[in-house]
């Protein structure tokens, strides 16, 4: 239960349950109330919070477990399907897979690395296969895509490249050396933009989407969102994965301009944000099976024992997960108390302490979820909160000057915040709060 988030997502979840309906303004956050507010997961979170009625925290651990099996499996079959050879395709699967272990969690984005892979199936099936009939799978794929995570615009990106790639070669001035997609793709084009907009939002997806291309703040103060700082060996191995891949198209001499795009595309995104290091693993590993396609890799010749031997090496990754992990609920509910304010939780429960309530920015998805009655100040749904609160609430992280006047801080009864922060010494300072709880995780102030 690394990502912060999970807290107001399954929180969602059950709000969708509880209310049939989704929400179009925020009920999680004291900002935010009665301004709008658009669940793009809401799709997920319905998903997330049946999870957790039927199996409880345990359920999200088997989510991860099925995520961290399906993502390699789905990288490997789009290696060979693009016309690698068995051992090859393990292993850009693999390399692939390592690269981004840092952002593997129970989230939407998971479903985001393996609907992008699925869709690069199809669009190059039909490019270099001449399966155009598959097209037409991306329609329901993309309305379904859409309400699990904002970034299926990052497919309708990629799927507008292969679409306009005739435009492509006019903008390189280039004659087409190899047949592109018919120009009916762009008609199925335009069938699935429609299709994102055939959800209980429709075109205000949209809108978020255009808040988010306008933050920056997050890209300088949450860690995620940082770009790699290579003290992580993952790291190291995406760059191998590009350089192959980087390699593989000037092995081509003269590679076709959509997949100069397509991976411009991807490392723009993967070395801004760790969080986006999926869009490059995947594209470059669909770059090398194109570069280094064999004729003699067509996936009826595989040997019986290379599936055997793959399917053994999968149901023993899964019986030594569930052997050495131990998933049950106790387990993650320990661990959510060793790294979120649980402990603080329940003593502000059990003494009905009132807000309004001044959080830190990574327990606020987590409160949103264990205090449903008090709204958050702050969480991670920077669509909702904007860059200056982002800041404003980083600064006082940091106990920055100026962190007295805060607005939130100074109408508030309750504060939860993280003993990692210089904050907490300057609220023992203040004569307005006084500390009534403290443990290795959090401390808790309530006004005088």
């Known amino acids: 239960m690394t990502d912060p988030d999970f807290g107001w997502h399954l929180r969602a979840g059950q709000w969708i349950l509880s209310h049939h309906a989704v929400p179009f303004t925020d009920p999680f956050s004291a900002y935010g109330a009665g301004k709008p507010w658009y669940d793009y997961s809401w799709l997920f979170d319905?998903?997330?919070?049946?999870?957790?009625?039927?199996?409880?925290?345990?359920?999200?651990?088997?989510?991860?477990v099925a995520f961290r099996v399906a993502i390699p499996c789905c990288l490997f079959r789009l290696g060979r399907n693009l016309g690698m050879q068995f051992w090859t395709a393990a292993l850009s699967a693999g390399l692939a897979a390592y690269s981004i272990s840092q952002i593997y969690a129970p989230r939407p984005g998971m479903f985001t690395i393996i609907f992008f892979i699925v869709e690069l199936q199809i669009l190059f099936g039909a490019l270099l296969k001449g399966k155009f009939s598959g097209l037409y799978w991306l329609i329901p794929l993309f309305w379904v895509w859409a309400g699990i995570h904002i970034q299926f615009i990052h497919g309708l990106i990629v799927f507008g490249m292969f679409a306009?790639?005739?435009?492509?070669?006019?903008?390189?001035?280039?004659?087409?050396?190899?047949?592109?997609?018919?120009?009916?793709?762009?008609?199925?084009?335009?069938?699935?933009?429609?299709?994102?907009?055939?959800?209980?939002?429709?075109?205000?997806?949209?809108?978020?989407?255009?808040?988010?291309?306008?933050?920056?703040?997050?890209?300088?103060?949450?860690?995620?969102?940082?770009?790699?700082?290579?003290?992580?060996?993952?790291?190291?191995?995406?760059?191998?994965?590009?350089?192959?891949?980087?390699?593989?198209?000037?092995?081509?001499?003269?590679?076709?301009?959509?997949?100069?795009?397509?991976?411009?595309?991807?490392?723009?995104?993967?070395?801004?944000?760790?969080?986006?290091?999926?869009?490059?693993?995947?594209?470059?590993?669909?770059?090398?099976g194109i570069a280094f396609a064999s004729e003699s890799s067509d996936e009826k010749t595989m040997p019986a024992k290379h599936r055997l031997g793959l399917a053994l090496c999968v149901a023993a990754v899964l019986a030594v997960a569930w052997q050495r992990y131990d998933i049950n609920n106790n387990w993650i509910e320990m661990?959510?108390?060793?790294?979120?304010?649980?402990?603080?939780?329940?003593?502000?429960?059990?003494?009905?302490?009132?807000?309004?309530?001044?959080?830190?920015?990574?327990?606020?998805?987590?409160?949103?979820?264990?205090?449903?009655?008090?709204?958050?100040?702050?969480?991670?749904?920077?669509?909702?909160?904007?860059?200056?609160?982002?800041?404003?609430?980083?600064?006082?992280?940091?106990?920055?000057?100026?962190?007295?006047?805060?607005?939130?801080?100074?109408?508030?009864?309750?504060?939860?915040?993280?003993?990692?922060?210089?904050?907490?010494?300057?609220?023992?300072?203040?004569?307005?709060?006084k500390q009534v709880y403290e443990d290795p995780q959090t401390v808790v102030f309530v006004r005088k």
């Open 46 to 64: 319905i998903f997330f919070a049946l999870i957790h009625r039927v199996f409880g925290l345990a359920g999200f651990g088997m989510l991860e």
């Open 335 to 433: 661990g959510l108390a060793g790294s979120y304010p649980e402990a603080a939780v329940r003593y502000v429960q059990q003494h009905h302490f009132p807000g309004p309530l001044y959080n830190d920015f990574t327990s606020g998805g987590f409160l949103i979820w264990r205090l449903p009655n008090i709204p958050v100040s702050m969480d991670g749904r920077t669509n909702v909160h904007g860059d200056e609160r982002v800041k404003a609430y980083t600064n006082a992280l940091k106990g920055m000057p100026g962190w007295e006047k805060d607005e939130d801080l100074a109408h508030a009864n309750l504060i939860i915040w993280t003993v990692k922060s210089p904050l907490p010494a300057l609220l023992r300072c203040d004569p307005r709060f």
């Open 164 to 288: 306009g790639e005739f435009a492509l070669y006019r903008l390189f001035r280039r004659e087409p050396g190899q047949p592109s997609l018919p120009r009916r793709a762009l008609l199925v084009f335009a069938a699935c933009v429609l299709a994102t907009a055939l959800t209980p939002y429709g075109w205000h997806l949209y809108s978020t989407v255009v808040v988010y291309a306008g933050q920056k703040q997050i890209y300088q103060t949450i860690s995620e969102m940082l770009a790699m700082n290579f003290r992580h060996p993952s790291h190291f191995v995406l760059v191998l994965l590009a350089f192959c891949a980087a390699g593989g198209l000037g092995w081509t001499r003269k590679p076709r301009p959509l997949y100069l795009v397509l991976f411009a595309f991807a490392a723009g995104m993967g070395f801004r944000s760790i969080k986006d290091t999926w869009i490059l693993a995947v594209v470059s590993v669909a770059l090398i």
